[in-house]
């Protein structure tokens, strides 16, 4: 279920033994079969995605959409048809193996409608002997998603001349550069695959979208039209997906309650203030019933700080990280049916011997229990989509992509359950880290590679505007995440976890009304069913000193120093210009656990390396 609410999902290609298949779009999934999926509720993520794609072909109803799971198999032998996933035969040009006579490199390009049925696993040809055929490894697309076959024949005679002889792929060497390949037609044409990668070669994008079986009906202008693609290449299939911590109920209703009566209660100044509005206006009373002066006028303050009242009150981590940072010593319900399990220790029980490592750290909350929901909206091919430019860039959702689906109603989404820790940073331990002159200068060369990474990107002729990486410049987000990468990689250790399960989640929310900075941290692991997992994550706050002092120590040198320290972003190349002191031997992870895709990080801004000095949270 992960892999299709992800890496596999409609419109993403997937090798099989015989042939090549692209997942079909949501129209093409059997759900009507009983128990064929179960729905996911998630009010705050369906809203979200219905507010940010309002008009937008990914989502064709106005409304939330439906949040459900890919179609499930019920195991009841009872049940004749399972549900099912359509996934058609694509591309549908072959190549045929040689045989025994058969010229060496030189084998047939065929149609799939050629090959033998009914299995048509293998051609034919005129001389009666079989051979076996495999999907070519080449197909096109452009940037807006689209895909289809090359267009061979065409290709092959330009000048518009019908032919119907024998074409070929021919390998001249034993590498796999593209000058070593050509493609030959008996009528004499030829060319290289290399020819492919000039700019326009393969034509104008047709707006095929094999996984729903259509043409778009909008045309497509995707700046370069139709590139070469590897079929197999990990730049055919970037998959959107938008993902949520699950609120306690009562959270998420004092939100809304608040949303629907922001107007007058934007106004509030004080928890008092709000006893003269609940008088003054029943229907701000009667939404407010339930909950305290105290409750409300916090959740005021944490909406109104996303500068955009409602709007902002609907980003589910701007609720996240207030619930978490709240100090609340329970939050959610010990239960096993909650959704969240939570409770803020006291600091006696984290750093008992007041450890000089720990003094930056503001409060560190155990998560017992919480459950994550994850939705595929869209996804785009040859690199991932911009972000909406959000103060709180990681909820907002992709700029543009394709659809799964020719008007989607509900979306594809999993959930999962886990456990973890949270923490936040002393805002006045921040503050004064953001006025040293060493963290100022090493900004000044963060700032550096943002600058080259835009000038990469233009030259390459794509788009590149700062404003998409929201803010993941700002150097508290390259700290926090940062830290995030050193406790995961710690946490690995220390309690038996795979480093590949562990996630985070970085919180820098828009500053508060007195300009203080705020950051936190969530490091979790969450798996499918309601078995969730064994507590160790939680465990780790019991020797959290311990855990942070031997992640920082292991940051002071690294395996690649004085390479890795000394990394220069104004200097790099694109998306290692995102990043300044951070390499596989320091600070990359897995990157299904960062959210990132592990760029904007820095080990300096932790601690001092053989090269930058000063600019270290905990120096």
């Not at 900075?517 to 780790?540: D, H, I, K, N």
Request: glycine fraction near 10%; proline fraction near 7%.
């Amino acid at each position: 279920m992960s892999q299709v609410v992800g890496v596999f999902g409609p419109g993403a290609m997937l090798d099989l033994p015989e042939r090549s298949v692209v997942v079909g779009g949501l129209d093409r999934w059997d759900m009507h079969a009983p128990g064929a999926f179960r729905t996911i509720e998630e009010p705050r993520l369906a809203r979200l995605l219905y507010q940010r794609l309002a008009g937008d072909p990914r989502l064709g109803v106005d409304r939330p959409p439906d949040l459900r799971t890919p179609p499930v198999d019920p195991n009841d032998k009872r049940v004749t048809r399972p549900p099912a996933i359509e996934a058609p035969v694509f591309p549908e040009w072959f190549v045929c193996d040689t045989v025994e006579g058969d010229a060496p490199g030189r084998r047939r390009l065929v149609r799939f409608g050629d090959l033998k049925p009914p299995a048509r696993k293998e051609h034919v040809a005129d001389d009666g002997r079989r051979r076996r055929a495999s999907p070519v490894r080449f197909v096109c697309g452009c940037t807006k998603g689209h895909l289809q076959d090359i267009e061979w024949r065409r290709i092959l005679h330009g000048d518009g001349t019908v032919c119907r002889e024998q074409m070929w792929l021919v390998d001249a060497g034993t590498s796999a550069d593209p000058r070593d390949t050509r493609v030959v037609c008996d009528c004499g044409r030829s060319l290289t695959l290399e020819e492919l990668f000039q700019p326009g070669r393969l034509g104008p994008c047709r707006g095929e979208r094999p996984w729903i079986g259509d043409r778009d009906p909008m045309p497509c202008d995707a700046p370069k039209g139709l590139n070469l693609l590897t079929r197999s290449a990990t730049n055919t299939y970037f998959p959107q997906v938008a993902t949520v911590i699950s609120l306690p109920p009562s959270e998420d209703e004092l939100s809304r309650r608040i949303e629907q009566h922001w107007s007058v209660l934007q106004k509030a100044k004080s928890a008092d203030w709000l006893d003269i509005a609940r008088e003054a206006n029943a229907a701000v009373g009667a939404a407010l019933e339930g909950f305290t002066n105290e409750e409300v006028f916090a959740r005021i303050q944490a909406m109104a700080a996303g500068a955009g009242g409602t709007d902002q009150a609907k980003d589910p981590r701007l609720a996240e990280f207030e619930l978490f940072s709240s100090g609340r010593p329970l939050i959610g319900e010990n239960s096993s049916r909650a959704l969240l399990h939570a409770e803020t220790l006291e600091r006696r029980r984290w750093d008992s011997e007041g450890a000089p490592e720990l003094r930056g750290i503001g409060s560190l909350v155990a998560v017992h229990r919480l459950r994550e929901v994850s939705c595929l909206y869209g996804f785009t091919r040859f690199e991932p989509a911009a972000l909406a430019n959000d103060d709180l860039e990681d909820v907002g959702l992709a700029v543009e992509g394709a659809p799964l689906g020719r008007s989607p109603s509900w979306l594809p989404a999993m959930e999962s359950f886990g456990e973890g820790f949270f923490l936040t940073f002393d805002p006045d331990a921040l503050a004064a880290w953001l006025a040293r002159p060493a963290l100022r200068d090493r900004a000044r060369a963060l700032e550096a590679g943002v600058s080259a990474w835009e000038r990469a990107r233009r030259q390459r002729g794509l788009q590149a505007d700062r404003a998409t990486l929201g803010e993941r410049v700002r150097p508290e987000y390259v700290m926090a995440h940062s830290l995030a990468h050193a406790l995961m990689t710690e946490v690995a250790l220390d309690c038996g976890y795979p480093a590949s399960a562990l996630k985070e989640r970085i919180y820098v929310p828009p500053r508060c009304a007195d300009g203080r900075p705020q950051a936190g941290v969530l490091v979790y692991t969450a798996s499918a069913g309601m078995q969730g997992t064994l507590g160790g994550l939680v465990e780790v706050t019991g020797r959290f000193a311990r855990v942070l002092r031997a992640a920082l120590e292991r940051l002071g040198l690294c395996s690649g120093d004085p390479v890795c320290a000394d990394h220069e972003p104004g200097a790099a190349d694109e998306d290692r210009a995102l990043h300044g002191a951070a390499c596989h031997g320091c600070l990359l992870v897995a990157e299904t656990s960062c959210e990132a895709r592990n760029l904007h990080l820095d080990r300096a801004l932790l601690v001092d390396t053989v090269g930058p000095e000063g600019a270290g949270f905990f120096a």
